[in-house]
């Protein structure tokens, strides 16, 4: 059973760190709003068709907290991917996932300054590690480049990125209690309405480019593999080891990044990039062990 829950949590953050490598393949093939607005769209869909009694079951719960969710799906899931493919145009799918190894600090660090959440010194002091570690992946590594402020346009975007999907992450401790589908699928809604005047803004620049047949297989990965599989492995894996557990396993996500990149897209791996990797990694370890000490004083 164990073994079961690795297998799926490995699979799930390969899967979630494709999707770098997936959006970097699309440029030129299918802009970045027209990812965003198929991929959720599709999700949505597919929720609806599969899991609509499910959803009208939970519709009770959904709609007292209605415009809160979809705000949420906005949030995580539009901003979060509209930022990383926006992002993914100007920087590295290396740099990309190592600054997303730094998610579940900025995770932690939200929900201290949303909720007050108790901290011990492990946690801060990891935080920080690991934030000098994102810092050095958005400077490349050069110092200079601190003082002049010189911090490449799609590593900042990915620090948009994290911050979005970190206050989303936090916020979610105050969802109903409803089925993951229709908590999924009602954040998918979200994000699809969310999408769509984003995706006239981009047509109106005349920067949206309509799927061709590598585009088309690029949004059928994303769409199956890191949307849908992706989250339904996670969940499962959870209700096999438990949260914390699982959670452990999203510092892969930065390793199958590397490696996917190098091997598929052929980017350089830097020093740079195995410093930042370390940092963000130390400083992740030490937090979690703070955290499960934490777990043990409560």
């Known amino acids: 059973m164990i073994y079961k829950a690795y ?16 959006g970097k393949l699309a440029i030129g093939h299918a802009s970045p709003m027209v990812l965003v607005m198929v991929r959720w769209a599709s999700v949505m869909v597919a929720l ?4 609509r009694k499910q959803i009208a079951q939970d519709w009770p719960a959904i709609r007292p907290r209605l415009a809160y969710l979809l705000f949420l799906g906005a949030l ?3 901003g979060f ?35 007050a959440s108790r901290i011990v010194p492990e946690q801060a002091i990891g935080f920080l590690i690991s934030f000098v570690g994102v810092i050095v992946i958005a400077v490349r590594g050069d110092l200079g480049n601190v003082i002049a402020l ?12 994290i911050i979005s999907y970190g206050v989303y992450t936090a916020a979610l401790r105050s969802k109903p209690q409803m089925h993951w589908t229709s908590l999924m699928f009602i954040l998918c809604t979200g ?20 799927p061709d047949q590598q585009g088309w297989s690029v949004l059928v990965y994303i769409v199956i593999f890191p949307s849908l599989l992706g989250q339904v492995f996670y969940i499962r894996a959870v209700e096999l080891i438990g949260a914390n557990r699982a959670g452990l396993f999203i510092n892969l996500l930065p390793i199958w990044g590397a490696l996917l990149a190098v091997t598929l897209l052929n980017e350089d791996f830097r020093v740079y990039h195995g410093l930042a990797l370390t940092m963000i990694l130390m400083g992740i370890g030490l937090a979690e062990y703070g955290g499960r000490r934490l777990s043990q004083q409560a």
């Open 191 to 210: 994000a699809t309405l969310a999408s769509v005047p984003l995706l006239l803004f981009e047509m109106e620049q005349g920067a949206t480019v309509f």
């Open 76 to 78: 995580g899931f539009t």
């Open 7 to 22: 297998a799926l949590l490995a699979l799930t953050t390969l899967f979630w760190a494709g999707n770098s490598i997936a």
């Open 150 to 161: 010189n911090i490449n346009f799609g590593d900042a975007l990915m620090l948009v990125a």
């Open 48 to 51: 609806y068709l599969f899991k």
């Open 81 to 115: 991917s509209v930022a990383l493919y926006y992002a993914l145009v100007y920087t590295t799918a290396i740099n990309s996932s190592i600054l997303q190894g730094g998610m579940p600090l900025f995770i932690f660090a939200t929900s201290f300054i949303l909720f």
